[in-house]
């Protein structure tokens, strides 16, 4: 026996062989019934499965949205009325919507992905290095203070300037021995400030 749009046959315990209208379904759905929700989901997940797939390409997005469809079915079902239209096309158009929508959500976030891999933003570890080499220079900013006059003349004339030891003491007018020991006892300083063990 062939189905006409506003009733079908439907094989449930609930209702085994008897012709239903859907839209009345839907109606009793609306109004809390989960027995007539599960008939109408028995009868129109395929019709909703099959919409979605027709719109989306990957068949377990298509899943993802079918459920979605079911669970705005649920919701607005105290919505449906079946003076407007008749339930199947209320709920595939509902169906196709969602559809729709799902495959816009997911370019746009393919085109923002796309987007921000080709821009020339940096990297999260170079922008964590970088925080990081900033926090460290103003460590040794900081330590560098807390060393005497003498040491830090020293210290900074062989490390920042590139000066050898010879080179330090010519510049000082100094001992290149006393030099070895300022710049040494500067360095110690610095590693106990900054934490580092020997």
């Known amino acids: 026996m062939a189905a006409n749009a506003a009733q079908l046959r439907l094989a449930s315990p609930s209702m085994p062989g008897a012709a239903?209208?859907?839209g009345d379904l839907l109606v009793r759905a609306g109004r809390g019934d989960e027995?007539?929700?599960?008939?109408?989901y028995d009868v129109l997940s395929p019709a909703v499965y099959g919409m979605a797939r027709r719109v989306i390409r990957d068949p377990s997005r298509a899943e993802e949205v079918s459920q979605e469809v079911f669970i705005q079915v649920w919701k607005n079902a105290p919505r449906f009325d079946?003076?407007?239209?008749?339930?199947?096309?209320?709920?595939?158009t509902m169906a196709h919507r969602r559809a729709?929508?799902?495959v816009r959500h997911d370019q746009?976030?393919?085109?923002?992905?796309?987007?921000?891999?080709?821009?020339?933003a940096p990297a999260?570890?170079?922008?964590?290095?970088?925080v990081a080499l900033s926090l460290e220079h103003e460590q040794v900013r900081r330590c560098l203070a807390g060393l005497t006059d003498l040491q830090r003349e020293a210290v900074?004339?062989?490390?920042?300037?590139g000066y050898t030891y010879a080179e330090v003491a010519e510049a000082l007018?100094?001992?290149?021995?006393?030099?070895?020991?300022?710049?040494?006892d500067g360095i110690v300083r610095l590693r106990d400030c900054m934490g580092i063990e020997a």
């Open 124 to 130: 999260f570890d170079e922008v964590e290095e970088s």
């Open 173 to 184: 007018g100094v001992n290149p021995a006393t030099i070895k020991t300022r710049i040494r």
């Open 108 to 120: 746009a976030a393919t085109n923002r992905e796309q987007k921000y891999a080709s821009s020339d």
């Open 20 to 22: 239903v209208d859907l």
């Open 82 to 92: 079946p003076r407007r239209g008749s339930a199947r096309s209320w709920v595939l």
């Open 156 to 161: 900074n004339l062989a490390y920042y300037q």
């Open 100 to 102: 729709v929508d799902a």
């Open 35 to 40: 027995s007539a929700f599960a008939d109408v």
